[in-house]
């Protein structure tokens, strides 16, 4: 598989019309935050059942010469919601209104990149041009996917009764089928609004009042003070030095630290002709992923809660340690960690060798299952992360923002390339990462082939409950045998299986051109010009 060349700039999305969305902002003259918005715009349309407004998103920023950035924009619980909330309850439900207790974060990242854009990138582009495509497609329509048809019939019963959802995501009471049109008009008229207005409107202005009275209507625990309370943050993002580059991750309250530990265990054990599609390559990454998972669930959570600067979790000497308790011939015992979620993932770079790589989810498919009833946007349902036993790392208080599986990456090699890769996954976002990042730098794959090549999975799924390793049928029987006899208790999957991910990478070369590689598990695309 050829990567998608371009010279002037390069779009990666999970699905198609929101790659080329970006593209032609591009084309304009546009900055990678301004595509990227547009993209994140379109693809909370066009992917319902994986993103939308109603959620929570993450950013990376990169500029030459500048340093790498962050944006968190992650929704806190509600000033109202705490553990008597919920009764007698041992866990936060993990749909309906209940499930619909923080604030969505999304539409301040948007406005956080856009204001970076326009104060240290040039950005000129309003916001209502930005959001064109996604408008043009919640009012007149977009086809329907097999994943969002797949996606709908698998959750239905589960979600059928929920507030809104009929209404929105069924045609006259029935599934969407493949190649239909599908239309979220009243969230055409918010996206609208919007742009009018600006992103901030979301939060404090005369949308922020909709979405109040929408919440409270159907019953969440969420305010409009809470809207009004909440600001995206622009902050310094988490970086490990690796033996071929830097490679940076979102801080907590993401999993970003999972992610990188797992890339600086690997490379401090790695031997002599290990691969990373091989059996030996394939262990040492699963038992980088175990040491790494242990490491965040015993520490990260809300940063404002956290014992530990997530930091220290990188520094040599921790590295080094868990890299010595790693068997190298056969498989440690796994404690199954328990996380859930889909995602979306996207890159971009412009011709000024500027680059995004951003992270948006409403966690599980669709979310809570609620869509509001006047602003028609489905409200995601991340806070059911949080633990209604006290004194736990993720306990649920007011004001305190839940453990998040997002997290966007991007890499500055030591040759000059710049590497923005990511995935939607829950709890596999981190290992596709380390399979994309390890294939491409030390496996010999080009970028393509790196995120289309087999791959394997750790534990639970977006979509899955067991906790076996999992494998793609494209491996050779051989190493499915190898990895077994190491003691993994091995599960096959299918050929192209939409439980490994939504994966997606650009490489930016010091030459100037760029490469990019889609997830053929997705509906994506790279589109270059």
């Known amino acids: 598989m050829n990567p998608v060349l371009g010279t002037r700039g390069a779009v990666v999305a999970s699905h198609s019309l929101a790659a080329q969305a970006g593209l032609d902002i591009l084309r304009e003259g546009g900055n990678a935050i301004e595509a990227t918005i547009a993209v994140a715009a379109t693809l909370a349309v066009v992917y319902p059942h994986m993103t939308g407004i109603g959620g929570d998103g993450f950013w990376l920023l990169h500029a030459p010469g500048q340093p790498v950035r962050s944006i968190d924009a992650c929704g806190a619980a509600g000033a109202q919601v705490t553990p008597e909330l919920y009764g007698n309850l041992e866990s936060i439900p993990w749909r309906g209104p209940l499930a619909a207790n923080t604030v969505a974060g999304t539409v301040s990242g948007w406005a956080a990149a856009h204001a970076h854009s326009r104060a240290a990138w040039g950005g000129r582009l309003p916001l209502s041009r930005l959001l064109e495509s996604a408008i043009h497609y919640a009012r007149h329509g977009f086809p329907v996917t097999r994943s969002q048809q797949d996606n709908t019939r698998a959750k239905l019963a589960e979600l059928r009764q929920q507030p809104g959802f009929a209404a929105a995501f069924l045609n006259h009471g029935q599934l969407p089928v493949y190649g239909q049109q599908h239309r979220f008009p009243r969230l055409a008229e918010t996206l609208e609004q919007l742009g009018r207005a600006g992103a901030e409107d979301f939060y404090r202005g005369d949308l922020a009042g909709v979405i109040a009275r929408d919440l409270a209507r159907v019953g969440s625990p969420v305010s409009g003070a809470d809207l009004a309370a909440h600001r995206a943050s622009l902050q310094d993002p988490l970086a490990v030095k690796l033996s071929v580059g830097t490679v940076y991750n979102q801080a907590p309250p993401t999993q970003g630290v999972a992610s990188l530990l797992i890339l600086a265990i690997y490379d401090r054990i790695r031997r002599e002709g290990w691969n990373p599609d091989n059996a030996e390559g394939i262990h040492a990454l699963v038992e980088a992923t175990k040491q790494a998972f242990l490491q965040r669930d015993r520490h990260v959570g809300d940063p404002g809660s956290m014992q530990i600067d997530p930091r220290e979790l990188l520094a040599d000497g921790l590295v080094e340690r868990l890299a010595a308790a790693i068997p190298l011939e056969q498989a440690s015992p796994w404690p199954a960690p328990m996380s859930d979620g889909d995602t979306t993932w996207m890159g971009a770079i412009d ?34 992360s949080f633990d209604l036993r006290p004194g736990r790392l993720r306990t649920l208080a007011p004001g305190r923002k839940p453990f998040h599986t997002l997290n966007p990456a991007l890499a500055q090699l030591d040759d000059g390339r710049l590497l923005v890769y990511g995935t939607m996954g829950g709890e596999g976002q981190p290992q596709t990462q380390a399979a994309v990042f ?36 494209r491996y050779d029987p051989a190493l499915v045998e190898r990895l077994r006899a190491m003691g993994h208790p091995v599960e096959m999957a299918g050929d ?34």
């Open 496 to 529: 192209f299986d939409e439980r490994m991910g939504h994966a997606g990478a650009l490489v930016l070369h010091p030459e100037g051109w760029i490469e990019g590689g889609e997830d053929p598990r997705s509906d994506g695309c790279v589109a270059a010009w």
């Open 438 to 473: 390890s294939r491409y730098v030390w496996g010999g794959h080009n970028v393509r082939s790196a995120v289309a090549a087999p791959r394997w999975l750790l534990g639970r799924t977006w979509a899955e409950q067991s906790t076996t390793l999992k494998l793609e049928s």
């Open 351 to 384: 011709g000024a060798g500027r680059a995004v790589s951003m992270i948006q989810s409403i966690y599980f498919e669709f979310g809570s299952g609620v869509v509001l009833p006047e602003s028609g946007i489905w409200w995601q349902n991340r806070g059911c």
